[in-house]
Every structure is written in structure tokens, then in C-alpha cells.
T-cell receptor, first 111, second 116 residues
Framework: GESVGLHLPTLSVQEGDNSIINCAYS??????FIWYKQESGKGPQFIID?????DKRQGQRVTVLLNKTVKHLSLQIAATQPGDSAVYFC??????????FGTGTRLTIIP | DAGVTQSPTHLIKTRGQHVTLRCSPI?????VSWYQQVLGQGPQFIFQ???????GRGNFPDRFSARQFPNYSSELNVNALLLGDSALYLC???????????????FGPGTRLTVL
């Protein structure tokens, strides 16, 4: 069935380095993908989204890449800061008002 | 502008009781969705409402119900609570205008429900 999964459950990155968080999806009909950041005790915070007719989208310090051929999504965070430490979720939607989330990747920034 | 607000922040109930959780969407948003997030997992979709009508329902038992009011706020009700209902319940709002689920959903801080 459809699923959204992450390659790595945890990721540790040196402060100032770039972070790359990966996500695989299996439903080729998905047409909308979103990355959320969730800090401890808080709700998910919208980071960036991308439609299926795009390959790349950039925001402030973040870039999302979509490879529809291999059904892969990635979030790149430039010059990571201590405040980037959180759990990152990718979510997909295929036009039915329901977001399907992966299990998340915990990003830890090493000072 | 205020974001999505939820109440209460925390709640402790015992098995068999019922609970009502409340959500106020971002001003101007007409769609509200509810998610359950068990510790260590991603959120799971429960319901989505738009203009007071149910637009989508996830794989949850009938003990879970919801409604949306004319001011677009929403309530999630859970009856006959089980230990497994312990979770963070998240509310998200969006404009709902796309009709295809591609409106950005903004989440509230959640209500932490503990069932003893």
C-alpha cells in the first residue's frame, strides 16, 4: 500500500555543516509533498512544500528536491544551527485532504 | 496573527471515560483536520472538515467523532477511552479552497491525552 518512509531515523550534523534528510514514497499518484519540523512538546511546523510538477524548491536556508523517477524526496538545510535540532517529517498528499506522514528523522546538531 | 490554538494543553482520563478536545483555526481558514500522534511516530489522520462538512476520515473506530462549528472551530470527541488512545492530538487548519488537499496545513501545539 501507499507509505512514506525515511531512510535514517537519526542524523547528527556538526554545527555550520549542511544537513540532508531523505524520504521515500511509494504512491506515484502523490502530487503534493511537505516537510515539517517538530520540536519537543510542540506541534509540527511547516517548513517547505513542493508540487509534483516541480523538481526543486528553495526557501530560506532550506531546499527540497523531488525525484519522481525513484520516488525520493530530500530536505537540505544549509549551515545548520542549534535551533535546527528537531524531528523532521515528510508528508505526502494525493488529492484527498489527508496527509500521510513518515515516522520522522531526529536531527541533532553537534556544537 | 494567532496560529491554530487547541485546548486543553494536557488531559488525564481513565479508561471508559469520554473526552472532548477543541481547536480554533487560523483566522480565515475554513478547513480543520485532526491527527493522532503516538509517541515516537508520525501523525495519523483522523478527520478533515470543511465548511462544517466531513471531507475525509481516517482508519479510526466509531468511538472517534468530530464536528465543525459555524465559526470554523472544531471539536474532537472520543468515547469509551482505551489505554491506546493516549497520544498527542493535533489540529491543523488550512484555507481548504483547493478542494484537492494541496492547501498548506498549519498545526496547533496539540493536546496531550493520557489515559490511565
Amino acid at each position: 500500500g501507499e507509505s512514506v518512509g525515511l531512510h535514517l531515523p537519526t542524523l547528527s550534523v556538526q554545527e555550520g555543516d549542511n544537513s540532508i534528510i531523505n524520504c521515500a514514497y511509494s504512491n506515484s499518484a502523490s502530487d503534493y509533498f511537505i516537510w515539517y519540523k517538530q520540536e519537543s512538546g510542540k506541534g509540527p511546523q511547516f517548513i517547505i512544500d513542493i508540487r509534483s510538477n516541480m523538481d526543486k524548491r528553495q526557501g530560506q536556508r532550506v531546499t527540497v528536491l523531488l525525484n519522481k523517477t525513484v520516488k525520493h524526496l530530500s530536505l537540505q538545510i544549509a549551515a545548520t544551527q542549534p535551533g535546527d535540532s528537531a524531528v523532521y517529517f515528510c508528508a505526502e498528499n494525493f488529492g484527498n485532504e489527508k496527509l500521510t506522514f513518515g515516522t520522522g528523522t531526529r536531527l541533532t546538531i553537534i556544537p | 496573527d494567532a496560529g491554530v490554538t487547541q485546548s486543553p494543553t494536557h488531559l488525564i482520563k481513565t479508561r471508559g471515560q469520554h473526552v472532548t478536545l477543541r481547536c480554533s483555526p487560523i483566522s480565515g481558514h475554513k478547513s480543520v483536520s485532526w491527527y493522532q500522534q503516538v509517541l515516537g511516530q508520525g501523525p495519523q489522520f483522523i478527520f478533515q472538515y470543511y465548511e462544517k462538512e466531513e471531507r475525509g476520515r481516517g482508519n479510526f473506530p466509531d468511538r472517534f467523532s468530530a464536528r465543525q462549528f459555524p465559526n470554523y472551530s472544531s471539536e474532537l470527541n472520543v468515547n469509551a477511552l482505551l489505554l491506546g488512545d493516549s497520544a498527542l492530538y493535533l489540529c491543523a487548519s488550512s484555507t481548504g479552497t483547493s478542494g484537492r488537499g494541496t492547501d498548506t496545513q498549519y498545526f496547533g501545539p496539540g493536546t496531550r491525552l493520557t489515559v490511565l
